[in-house]
């Protein structure tokens, strides 16, 4: 039942709303908490233990670190810090270990084992299948923000349990997130505030937007991607670039088209679930496009990470040492440079357990970390040539740049493995003849109506994206408008969803990317 | 005080730092020139600046900034 399927947004969802309604408010949360066990349990079923004992495991940790802080021993400052982290490594610890037995064990054993055989040790690695709950990655995430800000002292421990498993399974967020803070939904969640009319149209027409990004415009392209990926070996080079291109599209389609169906999901019951996309292909380079794509997970590796290993006491001390002998310039890179090697290994390896996805870190790594670098240079040599970074032309420029980055950066992130992106990408440079792409087209998965109907969903999809960068809402104009007026928009949008939509006889389901990570 | 807008000047010039209470919401200071600011204000001021400290209520004005810095300094 993901949120694309009409036993989600048409069943599901409805018959939550009505008994939340209708039952009195002080229990309503428990309506929600029953909604979130049953959603998760008809994808995990008993694994759902996992997520009830790392519920417990949060919320007796973050009671633990309060009674610290709290110094009932009259201790130091310097000692109750140093029992607090070590509560907090703790509670970490356990649950970060969960995620990576889970899901990294074949990964390391594997990868032991073929160093071993690199040695001439014969030691082969047999694969243990590990049934992984839903959504581990996405809570698991939740758990440390929750714990790291009880123990900076940001966040106050929770005493209520409810509002604890709350937070780390409210079912909209299960599958794909949002990666949410403990104050941006738990109490929220608890509250149990009736639902608004408003909230209720606007909520379900977001929800709307997100199908028809999902099943009119990604679903569409699946089966191209599935097939231009699985076959590059003997496709021409510019069949395979358009593969790499049609995944970027897909993937935006895809993950945005769900978080608008999750984000409109939670604003029915009052929720106001972080925004996880601003426009990402309007961004001037690969460190911006990072402030636009995934942003709750940016800003979790930012806060989590970043500043916590730039700040590290050896990290500042090696960067003073640095500063000394080769000077400011210099030693600002240090810490940045170190956070950010971090910070990007871990988004390699959250993403899954496979070379690809830590090369896919490793790239953008590199990519960051030269921008950082040349940021000031570029600066002060496009103010010698008289180069207007604002003008159109540039802007075009900076836009194909970012296209480029993106797409192969996404070849390699979907390829089978690290050798089947770079042959791949091999491809478009050694065998590129884009009429073969021309004179195949119609033969790529994708038909004589699949074709416009994608295009014109890109169009529709760009122009909204466009006027919401210039804080221009659709749904608020419309909301603004004549009655009839507003029934047609909607009635229309509705029908061209039904119709255009890829479901039925002769399309298979395509699952939700993110749901697997 | 003025120390500090020194300091903001040298890392990012041209920004109206007296009177700007938006620098982070504003992208004006971004993550790397938050770090080179706490790199130079914890030798500028003898303070230790921690994670914690890191949230645009502290980073968005001077006022703001001079604000968190003097607390530091009562805490050391």
Redesign the interface.
Request: proline share 12%; aromatic share 12%; charged share 30%.
């Given at each position: 039942m993901a949120y694309h399927t009409i036993a989600y947004f048409a069943v599901f969802l409805p018959i939550v709303i009505l008994l939340y309604q209708v039952f009195p408010k002080k229990i309503r949360f428990a309506v929600i908490l029953a909604a979130d066990i049953v959603f998760f349990w008809l994808f995990s079923g008993k694994l759902i233990i996992y997520l009830v004992c790392a519920s417990l495991l949060t919320y007796f940790i973050g009671l633990w670190l309060e009674k610290i802080a709290l110094n009932p021993g009259g201790l130091s400052n310097k000692l109750i810090t140093k029992k607090k982290r070590r509560v907090l490594a703790l509670g970490i610890l356990l649950n970060l270990a969960v995620l990576v037995v889970l899901k990294y064990t074949n990964f390391f054993g594997q990868t032991l084992s073929d160093i071993l055989n690199v040695f001439k040790v014969d030691w082969t690695y047999k694969p243990i299948k590990f049934m992984i709950p839903i959504g581990l990655s996405f809570y698991t995430l939740e758990i440390i923000s929750y714990l790291t800000d009880v123990y900076?002292?940001?966040q106050k421990a929770e005493h209520n349990f409810a509002k604890v498993a709350l937070y780390l399974s409210f079912f909209p967020q299960t599958m794909e997130g949002p990666i949410a803070r403990f104050h941006e939904t738990a109490d929220a969640l608890y509250s149990g505030e009736s639902i608004k009319f408003d909230n209720l149209k606007f909520g379900y027409q977001r929800i709307l937007w997100g199908l028809f990004k999902k099943i009119v415009v990604a679903d569409r392209i699946f089966p191209t991607v599935k097939y231009i990926f699985g076959n590059y070996a003997n496709l021409d080079g510019s069949i395979a670039l358009f593969g790499a291109i049609c995944y970027v599209t897909q993937l935006y389609m895809e993950f945005s088209g769900c978080m608008d169906i999750v984000i409109g999901s939670g604003q029915i019951f009052g929720i106001t679930l972080p925004e996880n996309f601003r426009q990402p292909f309007l961004a001037k380079n690969a460190?911006d496009f990072w402030r636009r794509w995934h942003i709750t997970l940016g800003t979790f590796f930012?806060?989590y990470i970043?500043?916590?290993v730039?700040?590290a006491k050896p990290v500042?001390n090696f960067?003073k040492k640095v500063k000394k002998r080769c000077g400011r310039n210099v030693s600002?890179f240090v810490?940045?440079t170190a956070a950010l090697f971090c910070v990007w290994l871990s988004n390699g390896l959250w993403h899954g357990a496979n070379w690809t996805f830590i090369f896919y870190g490793m790239y953008y790594f590199v990519l960051i970390f030269i921008e950082?670098i040349l940021e000031e240079p570029l600066k002060k040599f496009t103010e010698k040539l008289h180069i207007n970074m604002e003008s159109v032309g540039f802007r075009i420029f900076r836009a194909i740049k970012l296209f480029i980055i993106v797409v192969t950066g996404e070849l390699f992130f979907n390829a089978a493995s690290l050798k089947d992106g770079f042959k791949m990408f091999g491809r478009i440079f050694t065998n590129f003849h884009i009429s073969e792409l021309i004179s195949s087209i119609f033969q790529l998965k994708m038909d004589r109506y699949d074709i416009p109907i994608v295009v014109v969903g890109i169009i529709l999809v760009t122009i909204v994206g466009a006027l919401k960068e210039k804080n221009i809402d659709i749904r608020r104009k419309v909301s603004g408008w004549v009655i009839p007026a507003r029934w047609v928009f909607w009635y229309a949008a509705i029908m061209l969803v039904i119709i255009f939509g890829a479901y039925g006889s002769g399309y298979t389901a395509v699952d939700l990317i993110y749901a697997g990570y | 005080m003025e120390e500090l807008l020194e300091i903001l000047e040298d890392i990012q010039p041209g920004v109206d730092y007296a009177n700007c209470k938006t620098l982070i919401d504003d992208h004006i200071l971004d993550s790397f020139g938050i770090l080179s600011l706490v790199s130079e204000i914890e030798d500028a001021f003898d303070i230790e600046v921690s994670p914690a400290e890191l949230v645009a209520e502290n980073f968005n004005s001077a006022e703001s900034l001079w604000k968190m810095i003097c607390r530091l300094k009562e805490e050391e």
């Open positions: 900076r002292g940001t460190g930012k806060d970043f500043y916590p730039s700040l500042k960067a600002k810490a940045p950082n | -």
